[in-house]
């Protein structure tokens, strides 16, 4: 089979399957509504239009106009992500979008992949990018998922959107679009295109470009019928298309054949199960057309602002208030969201009345080229008639001058007499005619005008009403934000009040344990005194005590004396005595020791004792400080308590006062409801207007087309008749023009000729000529050069004065059809023809387009000929004729000088610095003889020039470039030369 596909591939000289199943993107077929499609998708991309919509049946080339956007898309301006599987839904399918940009996110949550996605489009957009997201097969797409694309298309700056969406899919996308849940996504449309089928002839035009982008070269023939019938089959439809002809080529093989027949077509949509619709649901189908959804940025940006704030999260709850002040706070923020949608419905429609107003006037503009076009056709209408009455006065002039003919003679000019009466009353009907449809159309248009004036004051209103409802907006938008002020102070201030209240009760709790720690402290430190002093008593009993036994001592130590003072002269009484002093004495000092121990007892226990004296007085000052500390923190804490109680009746102020603002939002979403009904009734009367306005526009061309088809025949009865007229009256050719005629064996059109040139009709004549012998007349104002060699020229001046040169010549091909996508033989013959004289840099196909048509006219320009686009007599001519461009070389002339010495010494040292130079001799105007030295040649001029800045140090002065054809010239010597 591969190989049976391959032989027919061979046999027709194609290189490629033409018509692949699959998208081709690499011959995409470009018609001009197509072109414009993906120019104004382009266009909203770049601009950051926001969301854009395009549907269309099964097979109808959607997938393909979206790759071929991709394509063409500037990879340096625009990032884009491309969506195929859409039975994702919801956050995978934001997820898919994220992938397809390169985001890695680590958690999958909306709110996560959003935060991410609009930090990664913040990036791009400080660096000067815009990103883009296609989504093909859109009609998978649930209302949540579509409703979270609405969500991504809010993600934008103060001025522009960060990413644009373009949906692409089946007409079914329309059905969820217009739901009533997504409202505010339809509304954001701004470019909403349906792709039609082909018609017949784009059908045509697709299957040329197909044939000769896969290398056919003109050999296969598709007959007209055959075009009509591959479309009744298949509806316009690309695929089907595709479908239908890979089997027909195949056939063509299978029976050996070049032409592509009704029959095979016929057998080949039998296999395929494609038959002919029953009649009666055949219908014309129509062109395809781009409406545009007439959307606008202000509006859109209007739409986004109410709903980022109708998105915005709710305020946290307030400790002293309950919920309802919440919803009644949130209902207010939804009412002024509302508001600012309807006022942008308002402006949408606002700006929708002027592009009827647009489309209103440029109708009255083409009513008024109508006009212009029908008053020229009078004015052509009432050359007719004077051309029908010159006729008619001359046929009764020649009646008179054969009164003496004979009857027959007489009775056959008397006939051709009234054929030309005849002839110039219908001429001048007419152009009667032709004067009431003029006057029908000033009618029209003073109609449009008076139209165009209502229109315009409705609109005017519209705007009136529109700035009123955008005034009390603006008011209600700057009391609902000193609203939301005063609300968010008021808040802050009963938080900042809460704190301080909880701050000074924590301190007045800290006091008050702070007081009880001090006044235990202070107990115990009173239950220490009170021991100290105990102890302090008890120490000084015991020094009483002591003191006692001291004196005691001090007592029985004075006895003792006395008693050894009495009895000195016994000696075992002295000793006995003696010893009971040292008893005494030894009791005495155990008594002063132990008294002295008591008083350093006493000393430290009083020293104790005014040490806690002294901390019991400041413990008692600390207990005291803390006390009035803790009375401090609550006589804030209840100032606290009252000043948040105020704070609460200030928030139940401003409830009440949204509740104000949300009752005049209401009112003002109303009257702009009014506003936006009224301008709908006046677009859709304008609109009714305008498309009855084009209805007899259209009409009233017809009408002029068909009046000015029977003038052109009235014309040419009315020649033929002068013809016949002059045929009884003897032309003379002149001799010159016997003489140019019989160069080219045309004698027997020398009188037909003499009579073309005197009345003006050469082209009409040159016409006949041509039919009758193949050669055309050409008519140049500048013969190419030698052309007066190989033919003979005619001088002719025409009735304006102008001298031109005639000449009949017979090409070796001729461009019949010339037209957009027409394909041939001779179109290959001409882009090779303007290719070899440096005018056609692309590709020879065979086909005409545009690269064609401004190549031709840029060789009609250089040749001073009519710059058509097209072909003629003298194009064709001037073509062949033409002479290959010669190619340019420059040299550096670095000095002239009288003798040829000095001249070789340059050459020398140019040599020496590895450069090319020679000397060339000239003669100067005033007849001097010079010796020029010359650096090069180069085939490049800016090589020459860098080379020149190089040796400007080794040259003279006056070193300058010149066009160099090899051969000796005489350019002007240079004043300094010679030095």
Same mark, same amino acid.
């Given at each position: 089979?591969a190989?049976?596909?391959?032989?027919?591939l061979?046999?027709?000289?194609?290189?490629?399957?033409?018509?692949?199943?699959?998208?081709?993107?690499?011959?995409?077929f470009?018609?001009? $509504?197509?072109?414009?499609?993906?120019?104004?998708?382009?266009h909203?991309?770049?601009?950051?239009?926001?969301?854009?919509?395009?549907?269309?049946?099964?097979?109808?080339?959607?997938?393909?106009?979206?790759?071929?956007?991709?394509?063409i898309m500037d990879?340096?301006?625009?990032?884009?992500?491309?969506?195929?599987?859409?039975?994702?839904?919801?956050?995978?399918?934001?997820?898919e979008?994220?992938?397809?940009?390169?985001?890695?996110?680590?958690?999958?949550s909306?709110?996560?992949?959003?935060?991410?996605l609009?930090?990664?489009?913040?990036?791009?957009?400080?660096?000067?990018?815009?990103?883009?997201?296609?989504?093909?097969d859109?009609?998978?797409l649930?209302?949540?998922?579509?409703e979270?694309?609405r969500?991504?298309?809010?993600?934008?700056t103060?001025?522009?959107?960060?990413?644009?969406?373009?949906?692409?899919?089946?007409?079914?996308?329309?059905? +969820?679009?217009?739901?009533?849940?997504?409202?505010?996504?339809?509304s954001?449309?701004?470019?909403?295109?349906?792709?039609?089928?082909?018609?017949v002839?784009?059908?045509?035009q697709?299957?040329?470009? &197909?044939?000769?982008?896969?290398?056919s070269r003109?050999t296969?023939?598709?007959?007209?019928?055959?075009?009509?019938?591959?479309?009744?089959?298949?509806g316009?439809?690309?695929?089907?298309i595709?479908?239908?002809l890979?089997?027909?080529?195949?056939?063509l093989?299978?029976?050996?054949?070049?032409?592509?027949?009704?029959?095979?077509v016929?057998e080949?949509?039998?296999?395929?199960g494609?038959?002919?619709?029953?009649?009666?649901?055949?219908?014309?189908?129509?062109?395809l057309g781009?409406?545009?959804?007439?959307?606008?940025?202000?509006?859109?940006?209007?739409?986004?602002?109410?709903?980022?704030?109708?998105?915005?999260?709710?305020?946290p709850?307030?400790?002293?208030?309950?919920?309802?002040?919440?919803?009644?706070?949130?209902?207010?923020?939804?009412a002024?969201?509302?508001a600012?949608f309807?006022?942008?419905?308002?402006?949408?429609?606002?700006?929708?009345?002027?592009?009827?107003?647009?489309?209103?006037?440029?109708?009255?503009?083409q009513?008024?080229?109508?006009?212009? +076009?029908?008053?020229?056709?009078?004015?052509?209408? &009432?050359?007719?008639?004077?051309?029908?009455?010159?006729?008619?006065?001359l046929?009764?002039?020649?009646?008179?001058k054969?009164k003496?003919?004979?009857s027959s003679?007489?009775?056959?000019?008397?006939?051709?007499?009234?054929?030309a009466?005849a002839?110039?009353?219908?001429?001048?009907?007419?152009?009667?005619?032709?004067?009431?449809?003029?006057?029908e159309?000033?009618?029209?248009?003073?109609?449009?005008?008076?139209?165009?004036?209502?229109?315009?004051q409705?609109?005017?209103?519209?705007e009136?009403?529109?700035?009123?409802a955008?005034?009390?907006?603006?008011?209600?938008?700057?009391?609902? +934000?000193?609203?939301?002020?005063?609300?968010?102070?008021?808040?802050?201030?009963?938080?900042?009040?809460?704190?301080?209240?909880?701050k000074?009760?924590?301190?007045?709790?800290?006091?008050?344990?702070?007081?009880?720690?001090?006044?235990?402290?202070?107990?115990?430190?009173?239950?220490?005194?009170?021991?100290?002093?105990?102890?302090?008593l008890?120490? $000084?009993?015991?020094q009483e005590?002591?003191?006692?036994?001291?004196?005691?001592?001090?007592m029985?130590e004075?006895?003792?004396?006395?008693?050894?003072a009495q009895?000195?002269n016994?000696?075992?009484?002295?000793a006995?005595?003696?010893?009971h002093?040292?008893?005494?004495r030894?009791?005495?000092e155990?008594?002063?020791?132990?008294?002295?121990?008591?008083?350093?007892?006493?000393?430290?226990?009083?020293?104790?004792?005014?040490?806690?004296?002294?901390?019991?007085?400041e413990?008692?000052?600390a207990?005291?400080?803390?006390?009035?500390k803790a009375?401090?923190?609550?006589?804030?804490?209840?100032?606290?308590?009252?000043?948040?109680?105020?704070?609460a009746?200030?928030?139940?102020?401003?409830?009440?006062?949204?509740? +104000?603002a949300?009752?005049?939002?209401?009112?003002?979403?109303?009257?702009?409801a009014?506003?936006?009904?009224?301008a709908?009734?006046?677009?859709?009367?304008?609109?009714?207007?305008?498309?009855?306005?084009?209805?007899?526009?259209?009409?009233?061309?017809?009408?002029?087309?068909k009046?000015?088809?029977?003038?052109?025949?009235?014309?040419?009865?009315?020649?033929t008749?002068?013809v016949?007229?002059?045929s009884?009256?003897?032309?003379k050719?002149?001799?010159?023009?016997?003489?140019f005629?019989?160069?080219?064996?045309?004698?027997?059109?020398?009188?037909?000729?003499?009579?073309?040139?005197r009345?003006?009709?050469?082209?009409e004549?040159?016409?006949r000529?041509a039919a009758?012998?193949?050669?055309?007349?050409?008519?140049?104002?500048r013969?190419?050069?030698?052309?007066?060699?190989?033919?003979?020229?005619?001088q002719?001046?025409?009735?304006?004065?102008?001298?031109?040169?005639?000449?009949f010549?017979?090409?070796?091909y001729?461009v019949?059809?010339?037209?957009?996508?027409?394909?041939?033989?001779?179109?290959h013959?001409?882009?090779?023809?303007?290719?070899?004289?440096?005018?056609?840099?692309?590709p020879?196909?065979?086909?005409?387009?545009?690269?064609?048509?401004?190549?031709?006219s840029?060789?009609?320009?250089?040749?001073?000929?009519?710059?058509?686009?097209?072909?003629?007599?003298?194009?064709?001519?001037?073509?062949?004729?033409?002479?290959?461009?010669?190619?340019?070389?420059?040299?550096?002339?670095?000095?002239?000088?009288?003798?040829?010495?000095?001249?070789?010494?340059?050459?020398?040292?140019?040599?020496?610095?590895?450069?090319r130079?020679?000397?060339?001799?000239?003669?100067a105007?005033?007849?001097k003889?010079w010796?020029?030295?010359?650096?090069?040649?180069?085939?490049? $001029?800016?090589?020459?020039?860098?080379?020149?800045?190089e040796?400007?140090?080794?040259?003279?002065r006056?070193?300058?470039?010149?066009?160099?054809t090899?051969?000796?010239?005489a350019?002007?010597?240079?004043?300094?030369?010679?030095?």
């Amino acid at each position: 089979m591969a190989a049976q596909r391959e032989a027919y591939l061979d046999y027709l000289g194609l290189h490629h399957n033409p018509f692949p199943v699959v998208p081709d993107i690499d011959h995409f077929f470009l018609p001009a $509504r197509i072109d414009a499609l993906i120019a104004e998708i382009l266009h909203s991309i770049y601009t950051r239009k926001g969301f854009m919509v395009i549907t269309g049946e099964v097979g109808l080339g959607k997938t393909t106009v979206s790759r071929r956007i991709l394509q063409i898309m500037d990879d340096q301006k625009v990032e884009t992500a491309l969506v195929f599987n859409t039975f994702v839904q919801g956050t995978e399918l934001l997820e898919e979008i994220n992938r397809d940009f390169g985001i890695v996110s680590e958690g999958k949550s909306l709110q996560n992949l959003l935060a991410v996605l609009n930090t990664f489009l913040l990036e791009r957009f400080a660096s000067g990018k815009n990103c883009a997201v296609i989504i093909d097969d859109a009609q998978n797409l649930t209302l949540d998922s579509l409703e979270m694309l609405r969500l991504i298309s809010n993600l934008e700056t103060n001025s522009d959107k960060l990413v644009q969406l373009i949906l692409v899919g089946q007409p079914e996308l329309m059905a +969820k679009l217009n739901a009533h849940e997504l409202r505010q996504l339809r509304s954001r449309i701004v470019v909403l295109a349906e792709v039609a089928p082909y018609t017949v002839e784009e059908m045509k035009q697709y299957i040329y470009f &197909k044939l000769n982008a896969a290398g056919s070269r003109g050999t296969l023939t598709i007959p007209e019928r055959s075009f009509r019938l591959m479309h009744l089959l298949t509806g316009g439809n690309p695929r089907r298309i595709n479908i239908l002809l890979d089997r027909c080529l195949y056939g063509l093989f299978a029976y050996n054949t070049m032409q592509l027949s009704q029959r095979l077509v016929t057998e080949v949509a039998g296999e395929l199960g494609m038959h002919r619709p029953k009649p009666a649901w055949r219908k014309k189908v129509a062109s395809l057309g781009w409406p545009v959804f007439g959307t606008v940025g202000l509006a859109g940006a209007a739409v986004a602002a109410g709903m980022v704030l109708m998105m915005r999260p709710p305020a946290p709850v307030d400790p002293l208030h309950d919920q309802k002040v919440q919803e009644e706070r949130q209902k207010a923020e939804n009412a002024k969201a509302e508001a600012a949608f309807e006022l942008a419905k308002a402006k949408a429609a606002r700006e929708q009345a002027a592009a009827e107003l647009t489309k209103a006037q440029g109708a009255k503009e083409q009513a008024l080229s109508e006009l212009a +076009k029908v008053q020229a056709t009078q004015e052509k209408a &009432k050359a007719e008639v004077a051309a029908a009455r010159a006729a008619e006065s001359l046929a009764m002039q020649e009646a008179a001058k054969v009164k003496e003919s004979s009857s027959s003679e007489g009775k056959a000019l008397a006939e051709a007499l009234g054929k030309a009466r005849a002839s110039r009353e219908q001429a001048e009907a007419k152009a009667g005619e032709t004067e009431a449809r003029i006057e029908e159309l000033n009618k029209q248009i003073q109609s449009q005008e008076q139209t165009l004036a209502e229109v315009q004051q409705a609109r005017q209103k519209a705007e009136s009403e529109t700035s009123e409802a955008q005034v009390q907006l603006e008011r209600l938008k700057s009391e609902a +934000k000193h609203q939301a002020e005063a609300l968010a102070q008021a808040k802050a201030a009963q938080e900042q009040s809460r704190a301080e209240a909880e701050k000074a009760k924590a301190e007045a709790l800290t006091a008050q344990e702070e007081a009880k720690r001090q006044g235990e402290a202070l107990t115990q430190a009173k239950a220490a005194q009170e021991q100290t002093l105990a102890e302090l008593l008890k120490v $000084r009993q015991e020094q009483e005590q002591a003191r006692a036994e001291v004196s005691k001592a001090r007592m029985a130590e004075a006895k003792a004396l006395t008693d050894a003072a009495q009895t000195v002269n016994s000696t075992t009484d002295n000793a006995q005595l003696t010893q009971h002093l040292a008893a005494t004495r030894t009791a005495r000092e155990q008594a002063e020791a132990k008294a002295s121990q008591v008083e350093a007892s006493l000393s430290r226990l009083q020293g104790e004792a005014q040490n806690k004296e002294k901390t019991l007085t400041e413990l008692t000052a600390a207990r005291q400080e803390s006390e009035a500390k803790a009375e401090r923190a609550e006589s804030q804490l209840r100032e606290l308590q009252a000043k948040a109680q105020n704070q609460a009746k200030a928030l139940e102020e401003a409830v009440t006062a949204q509740k +104000k603002a949300q009752q005049e939002a209401e009112q003002a979403q109303q009257e702009a409801a009014k506003a936006q009904a009224e301008a709908r009734d006046v677009l859709a009367k304008a609109k009714a207007e305008r498309e009855k306005a084009e209805a007899e526009i259209v009409q009233a061309r017809k009408e002029t087309e068909k009046a000015i088809s029977q003038m052109r025949a009235a014309k040419e009865e009315v020649q033929t008749l002068a013809v016949q007229v002059e045929s009884g009256q003897t032309v003379k050719p002149p001799e010159e023009v016997r003489q140019f005629l019989a160069a080219y064996g045309l004698e027997n059109q020398a009188e037909g000729f003499t009579r073309a040139l005197r009345e003006g009709w050469l082209g009409e004549m040159g016409e006949r000529i041509a039919a009758v012998s193949g050669q055309r007349l050409v008519t140049l104002d500048r013969p190419p050069p030698g052309t007066q060699d190989k033919y003979t020229l005619f001088q002719h001046t025409d009735a304006a004065g102008k001298s031109r040169a005639l000449l009949f010549w017979k090409p070796a091909y001729a461009v019949d059809s010339f037209y957009y996508g027409y394909t041939g033989p001779e179109i290959h013959k001409l882009q090779d023809r303007l290719a070899a004289l440096g005018l056609y840099p692309y590709p020879v196909d065979g086909v005409v387009g545009k690269n064609t048509m401004k190549a031709l006219s840029r060789f009609q320009q250089i040749q001073h000929l009519p710059v058509t686009g097209t072909t003629d007599s003298a194009t064709l001519f001037s073509l062949e004729h033409a002479a290959p461009p010669k190619e340019r070389h420059w040299v550096i002339q670095g000095g002239a000088y009288r003798d040829r010495p000095a001249a070789e010494e340059i050459v020398q040292k140019m040599k020496g610095l590895g450069i090319r130079s020679f000397v060339q001799p000239i003669t100067a105007k005033d007849g001097k003889k010079w010796e020029t030295v010359r650096i090069g040649p180069f085939a490049d $001029r800016d090589e020459a020039s860098i080379m020149l800045q190089e040796l400007r140090p080794h040259l003279d002065r006056d070193a300058k470039i010149i066009e160099w054809t090899g051969a000796q010239t005489a350019p002007k010597v240079p004043s300094a030369a010679g030095r």
